[in-house]
Structure formats: structure tokens, C-alpha cells
């Protein structure tokens, strides 16, 4: 018993399949590129403990009397959440940069603008003075933030 067979007279048929399966997996792989992309990089759970440790200690000064303490903790506070933005892979030369891009994909994260822009009159007045109250609020939307990056 003969089976039918269809023979099918296209130049180029085999060469066009090809096309096709080769563009279909080149697609799959930037996806999956694009999205390992847009997750960042994360943090480890070791990175986690010694940022929790550093938070520990800014909490303390933050609490601690006088406003130098209290200006060494809102820097602090900066300096971490700048660190756990480049660990997320955030692009940008600057911490507000980085804070821009990081707008998309964490659009409350522009609830910690003013905090930083707190810790910039600091860095850059000098004769810049701050209250109890700022520096308690700024510092606790530090950590609201860092808890929503999933750095602490």
C-alpha cells in the first residue's frame, strides 16, 4: 500500500522555515533578556542582613540628640537607598537619575523626592539647620521606600 504524498514545488520553501524558526527564538531570547532587564537584579539574602544592620544604626542616630546626628542620618539614609537603586540596576549618573528611571517601575518611589531633595539643601547649605520633625519624617520615608525595593 502506496501513501499519497504531496509534493509541494517552492524555491526557497526550506530557506524560509529556517527564517522563520531562527526569528521566532531570536524574539524568545531578547523577551526573556528584556524582562530579566526590567526585574533587576535584586538583592541576596546576605545583602539584605548587612543593609538591615546599616538601617539599624541610621534608626539610632536619627533618635540620638543634637542635629549633627540627626544630619548624618538623612545622609546616610541617601547613601543607602542610592546603593539599593544600583543594586536594582537603575541606570543614571546621578541619585536623582536613578530616581527618575525607578519612577517607572516604582511609581510611589516619588514619595521620597522631597527627602531627597532635604538631603541635598543639607549637603550643599551651609548654614542649612534641621528639625527634629524633618529629619525623623525624611528618614522614615527613606525606609518606607527601602522596604518597597525590597532592600530592608
Same mark, same amino acid.
Given at each position: 500500500?502506496?501513501?499519497?504524498? #504531496?509534493? #509541494?514545488?517552492?524555491?526557497?520553501?526550506?530557506?524560509?522555515? $529556517? %527564517? $522563520?524558526?531562527?526569528? $521566532?527564538?531570536?524574539?524568545?531570547? $531578547?523577551?526573556? *533578556?528584556?524582562?530579566?532587564?526590567?526585574?533587576?537584579?535584586?538583592?541576596?539574602?546576605?545583602?539584605?542582613?548587612?543593609?538591615?544592620?546599616?538601617?539599624?544604626?541610621?534608626?539610632?542616630?536619627?533618635?540620638?540628640?543634637?542635629?549633627? %546626628?540627626?544630619?548624618? @542620618?538623612?545622609?546616610?539614609?541617601? *547613601?543607602?537607598?542610592?546603593? %539599593?537603586?544600583?543594586?536594582?540596576?537603575?541606570?543614571?549618573?546621578?541619585?536623582?537619575?536613578?530616581?527618575?528611571? @525607578?519612577?517607572? *517601575?516604582?511609581?510611589?518611589?516619588?514619595?521620597?523626592?522631597?527627602?531627597?531633595?532635604?538631603?541635598?539643601?543639607?549637603?550643599?547649605?551651609?548654614?542649612?539647620? #534641621?528639625?527634629?520633625?524633618? @529629619?525623623?519624617?525624611?528618614?522614615?520615608?527613606?525606609? *518606607?521606600?527601602?522596604?518597597?525595593?525590597? @532592600?530592608?
Amino acid at each position: 500500500m502506496d501513501f499519497p504524498t #504531496i509534493e #509541494i514545488d517552492y524555491p526557497g520553501l526550506g530557506l524560509t522555515l $529556517v %527564517a $522563520v524558526l531562527a526569528g $521566532v527564538i531570536l524574539l524568545a531570547l $531578547v523577551i526573556r *533578556k528584556i524582562k530579566r532587564y526590567w526585574r533587576g537584579r535584586g538583592f541576596a539574602s546576605t545583602d539584605r542582613e548587612s543593609l538591615r544592620r546599616r538601617w539599624t544604626e541610621i534608626e539610632s542616630l536619627v533618635n540620638q540628640p543634637g542635629e549633627l %546626628a540627626k544630619k548624618m @542620618a538623612l545622609l546616610e539614609a541617601d *547613601k543607602m537607598l542610592d546603593l %539599593a537603586l544600583k543594586s536594582l540596576s537603575m541606570p543614571g549618573e546621578t541619585m536623582g537619575e536613578r530616581l527618575k528611571y @525607578a519612577a517607572y *517601575k516604582y511609581p510611589d518611589i516619588r514619595d521620597v523626592w522631597w527627602a531627597h531633595k532635604l538631603r541635598n539643601q543639607l549637603a550643599h547649605e551651609a548654614t542649612f539647620n #534641621i528639625s527634629n520633625r524633618e @529629619a525623623t519624617g525624611a528618614v522614615a520615608q527613606f525606609k *518606607k521606600t527601602l522596604q518597597m525595593l525590597g @532592600a530592608i
